[in-house]
């Protein structure tokens, strides 16, 4: 039994580059880790493959009948343990059939270890098994060497060593000990081809019950470079009549960045960069010179994500859309002002015009933290010191939906005054934290 996801009515050759390499790994009994920034579908990618009646088939051949996929979506567990994985594993494991009984799921973790290794071994040694960890990226970060060891351990302990292990995230995963000698190379997950995206628009268009036209659609795809988030939303903005997409890809883009969930995406998907790879973003999308000598990583990360595309003449930022966003930020930050105004208020300034916005006093403790830190930076570890006293039972996702709160609530009034739809008050920087840009 398959997961019922929609990607299971995907055309079978979706994402045919990265499928493939995935489940070329699995069908060696290798594991691998697959990586995509905001947006770019590495869930979808992943989903595919463990819901898709034909992807087995048309990528694992013959043995795909003794091919089983169990997925773990590690965005929905409780906590980012060692605890509420292998919990989520044994419990879709169950539900796929491939446990004897329903797990007890006893709380500590030598008997969930034993019990999953128990499940595990019980499986006829002829059936392969797939473990998909999706969304992995803050259980990786909360989970240590004995659990990589352990997942190495559990492979090894089957006849066969056919257990693969599928890893999810948005940036490369550290070294993984043990486990590290059975990945394959990883599986880059980025912009969609021009077939897939013209398939996606297709799809969009049937939900939204608007055809775009191939001139429509060529636009939204060069606008967005094919980043799959950034084109999804554009096709509903077009669909709705709030964007139209006969325009060039510079007024194209300004209509886009009018919308906060383009804005959203945009911001998630610079978020997931590095400070060094933003400056080359930064640079280029300015129209400053590529230098092929300085930050050789960041070059290398963003042109193997395909953030850079050549062209017949340099490279550039591959989307237009992100390129607008990004010279938004980079924008001088002389433009707005914001600032605290006890007891629970923000006034915000832009050319000499005021304007007062309401805050809760959460929020206003977050403005003042970030209004009083240095150069306006703040990691997660100095938000949670401001505002709660400790790190205990405050999870990062606690932190950015509160910075996502102070957004909305500072964002639209900074916005209408300085006529930038693409302003946002808080930048977030990967690797560092925040700046706030007030």
């Known amino acids: 039994m398959s997961p019922a996801f929609k990607e299971a009515s995907f055309p079978p050759d979706y994402r045919q580059a990265q499928a493939a390499q995935i489940l070329a790994a699995v069908y060696r009994s290798r594991s691998i880790a697959v990586t995509g920034l905001a ?68 709380p500590a973790v030598l008997s969930l270890r034993r019990n999953l290794r128990a499940q595990v071994l019980g499986l006829d040694p002829a059936r392969s098994l797939v473990l998909i960890l999706d969304d992995f990226d803050q259980a990786a970060q909360a989970l240590g060497e004995p659990f990589f060891n352990y997942l190495a351990h559990l492979r090894n302990a089957r006849p066969r060593a056919n257990l693969s292990y599928v890893f999810a995230t948005r940036r490369p995963l550290g070294h993984l000990y043990e486990l590290q000698e059975l990945l394959d190379d990883g599986c880059v997950v980025g912009p969609f081809t021009p077939a897939d995206a013209l398939a996606s628009l297709e799809r969009d268009g049937a939900r939204l019950g608007y055809a775009l036209t ?124 914001i600032a605290p105004a006890p007891p629970n208020h923000a006034r915000i300034e832009v050319r000499g015009s005021a304007q007062m916005a309401d805050l809760t006093p959460l929020l206003f403790g977050l403005l003042c933290a970030f209004s009083q830190a240095p150069e306006h930076i703040l990691s997660r570890e100095d938000v949670i010191r401001a505002l709660y006293g400790g790190g205990e039972g405050v999870s990062d996702e606690a932190i950015s939906q509160l910075v996502k709160r102070l957004r909305l609530a500072l964002d639209p009034a900074a916005q209408r005054m300085a006529n930038d739809p693409s302003y946002t008050c808080v930048e977030t920087i990967r690797g560092i934290g925040f700046r706030f840009r007030g």
């Open 39 to 106: 947006g770019m579908g590495k869930s979808n990618v992943v989903r595919f493959i463990a819901s898709h009646p034909e992807a087995r088939r048309r990528y694992l051949r013959e043995r795909a009948p003794d091919v089983a996929v169990v997925y773990v979506d590690c965005a929905s567990l409780p906590a980012n343990d060692e605890d509420s994985v292998l919990e989520e594993t044994l419990a879709q494991l169950y539900l796929e059939g491939l446990a004897g009984q329903a797990p007890t799921l006893p």
């Open 214 to 337: 191939p001139e429509q659609g060529q636009a939204l795809l060069h606008c967005t470079g094919g980043h799959p988030g950034l084109l999804k939303n554009a096709a509903e903005l077009v669909a709705s009549g709030d964007a139209s997409a006969e325009q060039g890809p510079d007024e194209l883009a300004r209509q886009l960045l009018r919308s906060p969930k383009v804005r959203i995406a945009c911001a998630d998907l610079w978020g997931d960069l590095t400070a060094a790879e933003q400056g080359v973003l930064g640079n280029l999308a300015q129209g400053i010179p590529l230098d092929q000598a300085a930050n050789p990583q960041a070059l290398a990360f963003l042109r193997e994500n395909g953030l850079l595309v050549p062209e017949a003449g340099p490279e550039r930022v591959f989307s237009p859309l992100l390129a607008a966003f990004v010279r938004a930020q980079s924008a001088p930050g002389g433009q707005v002002r």
